[in-house]
């Protein structure tokens, strides 16, 4: 299977190692618009060409987009667009009969947007909206390892929107990764996320604020940080080119998640306050519960 | 040496297997309060002779108070009246000169109240307080582990109000468990630690606490929660009775950090809810300057 990366930082970088390694893709293209991460990435290993965007879409059975969701935004109708042109021209990726047979998938943390973009596109069937929920704080071709993807969950959106076969071909790639699919519609998706995953970066960049703006000796936060402070603020190492846009795209649930956190934080300041330790148990006592589900 | 653990959980367990594996201690007698965790203390064999206090107290070189900080801020002047007891009776403790040359330490996460409580003690110099930076989220004598303090910073609270002989006893201990001495006054331990360990405690409960009211079914959370989750809710799972008494005792730094922590939270939101892009950059950029300081 050609396989053509759009973006290859950490989450399409990380594809294009296992996608290689396990033998689904026989050959990676890759595009990436930073000349630096591209010349980083030709020289990894990462994509077996570099190559522009046309030339990937056209060249490749499976297209992944994986760009910050500001871009992919932009950059999906544009790939349907070719494949649409593509089939009515019958070239090869449309099997001669006009129908194309060629599938896109983007790899955002964000859906609901993205989908209602593409929602009239006459190639629409051709796109699998996934979300592998796995990464790390840190991006970049560089950042790509082996196994990121191992084990964890891989949600499909409005996967009835998408042609079967389609849907077939991408579950065959994220079980070649050794990922769990979990089927669920984008309104659904954009709502767990946010109580999941982007509150949780949100919480991060705000305690590594507050600490920064206080510390200003910031050898006393490396020699006082314990393992409990370096694993809470790690995230707030996350790259603003992926974040911003999940912010803006996410917005409504956001902000609904973040006065429920704000409400709670503001529940432990009042107990505190008080030297209400009974309140005070009782708020740790009820998150304890958090104990069950994460390991 | 012989040692003495009032508290053989988390920290005194772990203290008492790496104190005895490199030799420090000669005999460890452990007191422990609940019953359960005693029988397992001894089970495990923290500790060669689980007994009661006085007898700790009494039988020992050193007493490691290793207790919740309401617990010690009760038994240290209890302690340091053992201590003067034998030495006016001219036990052995106190060398027949009448002079005292047992220690007690505590090691807990604040530290004004605890020195002020024994501020006039007679037995004062006889008291070292120290704060060695390590943990897990995981309490009792089954989270012991070997190890623990490896490579980690310990600080030293007052160090001028102990008696010179005591301070370099502790000193040579943690050494043994290789931490790095950090010497600082109680008042500034306190505004540190409030910054980069209890507010982080306060962010993950409150984390645990919105994900829990809204994701009612736990599969959900189960399967969704990245890595990235599990990291910033991780000290969620931590132990009432440890944390109720830390934030009680630590109210005064703790209320301003969180009034901090708030705004920037506040400023996210207001950014977020404009959808004004470079303000959310702007934030999520001053926060990654964490990255100059935590790996």
Known sequence: MKVGIIGLGLIGGSMAIDLRRKGFASRILGVE????????????????????????????????????????????????????????????????????????????????????TVHYHPMRSRYVSTHPMAGTEYSGPWAAMPGLFDGRA??????????????????????????????????????????????????SFA?????????????????????????????AKSNADMWVPIFTQNRDNLLQVMDTYIEKMMAFRRAIEDFDEKGVRTLIEDANRIKRIIR
Chains 1, 2 share one sequence.
């Open 33 to 116: 618009s930073d000349p630096v991460n591209a010349a980083a990435a030709e020289k990894i290993g990462l994509a077996d060409k570099v190559v522009d965007f046309g030339e990937c879409v056209r060249e490749s059975d499976i297209v992944i987009l994986a760009v910050p969701v500001g871009a992919a935004v932009k950059l999906l109708p544009e790939v349907l667009d070719i494949f649409g042109e593509d089939a009515s021209s019958g070239a090869e990726s449309s099997d001669g009969d006009g129908k194309c047979r060629k599938t896109v998938i983007d790899v955002c943390s964000v859906k609901e947007q993205l989908i209602r």
């Open 154 to 203: 891989c949600i499909f959106c409005n996967v009835e929107e998408s042609d079967p076969a389609a849907v077939r071909k991408v579950e065959k790639m994220y079980d070649v990764l050794n990922m769990r699919p979990i089927y669920m519609n984008a309104s659904n998706h954009d709502v767990h996320t946010a109580y999941v995953s982007h509150i949780s970066h949100i919480t």
């Open 207 to 235: 305690l590594a604020l507050t600490v920064l703006d206080k510390e200003k000796n910031e050898k006393h936060i490396f020699d006082l940080a314990s393992g409990g402070f370096s694993s809470t603020v790690r995230l």
